[in-house]
Nanobody, 126 residues
Framework: QVQLVESGGGLMQAGGSLRLSCAASGRTFSSVVMAWFRQGPGKEREFVAAIDWRGARTRYTDSVKGRFTISRDNPENMVYLQMNNLKSEDTAVYYC???????????????????WGQGTQVTVSS
């Protein structure tokens, strides 16, 4: 089973950039879909981006398209979220997540992901 630890969050001004990292442990990392979710103040956790096990297919929520990029490095067991042109509405705790089924579809549903990290705070000041 995969275990996940996020890092890279912080305080940034609107228009700036941050890169989040997710370190994964476990021999099955290269066979599972990975995703980023976020939970803003007073909001429900929502899908941000996901990537298939080969890094060939990605999906994004509409509000981050063209600004965020998800990527993965399978030999290093890492997943990244490059966030550019940050907006105040991007303020949230960001979570890395892994699907538990091997070689599965790239989905956006919260319940499709069975393994979660502890989250990293991103705060964007306007």
């Amino acid at each position: 089973q995969v275990q996940l630890v996020e890092s890279g969050g912080g305080l940034m001004q609107a228009g700036g950039s941050l890169r989040l990292s997710c370190a994964a442990s476990g021999r099955t990392f290269s066979s599972v879909v990975m995703a980023w979710f976020r939970q803003g103040p007073g909001k429900e956790r929502e899908f941000v981006a996901a990537i298939d096990w080969r890094g060939a297919r990605t999906r994004y929520t509409d509000s981050v398209k063209g600004r965020f990029t998800i990527s993965r490095d399978n030999p290093e067991n890492m997943v990244y979220l490059q966030m550019n042109n940050l907006k105040s509405e991007d303020t949230a705790v960001y979570y890395c997540a892994a699907r538990t089924e091997y070689l599965s579809a790239v989905t956006t549903g919260l319940n499709d992901y069975g393994t979660w990290g502890q989250g990293t705070q991103v705060t964007v000041s306007s």
